[in-house]
């Protein structure tokens, strides 16, 4: 008998009942981005549309340090037409807003494909590898002890809600948060760099479960800055991720 998979959330009804697995790195009290980017993704990718579409587009707002309490989502479909869709879902806790996302999505149609291929080498067993309880890493160019441009190739190993299949928008999300960490702003010893955001573009959903990260950072010395990603997978590049991030000392 195989073992579950573990999950950020349970369900309960309507509501989120976080497990304990994405509990935050920064404060050990508040839900990481990852979970909450990853539940976005996991609602919006269940919104039928009125013809086959891809999300080209999906923003998550994280509105305040998210408290580890059951999250009530609220979805609605602000666009509904045949060329294009937008969906939101807040998710509150406790009476108050703490996360917004929203997917665009365009109606898929016959067109020249422009794709780029990798911008970094495949990983080899070499390579450090790093494991979590919900995700591994590869790091073919990633040192988190300094500042500067990173790239890591990654793959979860949890879902984010338990008995209910890992949604690829849910990992499109989910691995969008990765580039403030492959590419800190400040030496992570001293410093958190917690999201503000996340947003990722793209041009068609992965192919493998192993995606590349390939992120670099910039700031201006105000308490935040912008960490963004290149996204690929065996197939070559196909999405780019944006993240704003607030600085902090620990």
């Known amino acids: 008998m195989s073992t579950p998979r573990p999950a950020f959330y ?6 989120f009942i976080p497990t304990g697995l994405g509990v935050s790195p920064w404060n050990g009290r508040s839900q ?10 996991h ?8 013809q086959p579409m ?37 998710f509150y806790a406790a009476g108050r807003l703490w996360v917004r996302a929203t997917a665009m999505r365009a109606r898929i149609a016959e067109t020249a494909e422009r794709a780029t291929p990798l911008t970094r080498r495949h990983p080899i067993d070499s390579d450090p590898l790093e494991q979590y309880p919900w995700f591994e890493s590869r790091h ?52 958190t ?8 573009y793209l041009t068609r959903m992965p192919v ?18 912008v960490s963004s990603a290149r996204i690929g997978d065996a197939r070559g590049m196909f999405a780019r991720s944006l993240q704003s991030v607030f600085i902090d000392r620990r």
């Open 10 to 15: 349970s369900r309960e009804g309507d509501n």
């Open 140 to 191: 073919v160019d990633c040192d988190r002890k300094r500042v500067g441009p990173g790239a890591i190739w990654a793959r979860f190993k949890a879902d984010v809600v338990a008995n209910e299949p890992l949604a690829p928008l849910s990992v499109m999300a989910m691995i969008a948060d990765f580039g403030s960490g492959t590419a800190p702003l400040m030496h992570l010893q001293e410093w």
């Open 54 to 90: 891809i999300t080209s587009r999906l923003t998550v707002d994280i509105l305040g340090t998210v408290p580890m309490a059951p999250l009530a989502p609220v979805l609605r479909v602000i666009r509904d037409g045949q060329r294009m869709q937008m969906a939101e879902v807040e």
């Open 208 to 225: 493998s479960e192993w995606l590349l990260v390939d992120a670099e950072s910039e700031g201006a010395g105000h308490g935040s800055g």
């Open 193 to 200: 760099l917690a999201n503000l955001d996340i947003t990722v």
């Open 43 to 50: 609602i919006l990718e269940q919104v039928p549309t009125k």
């Open 32 to 41: 990481l981005g990852p979970a909450l980017a990853g539940l976005a993704g």
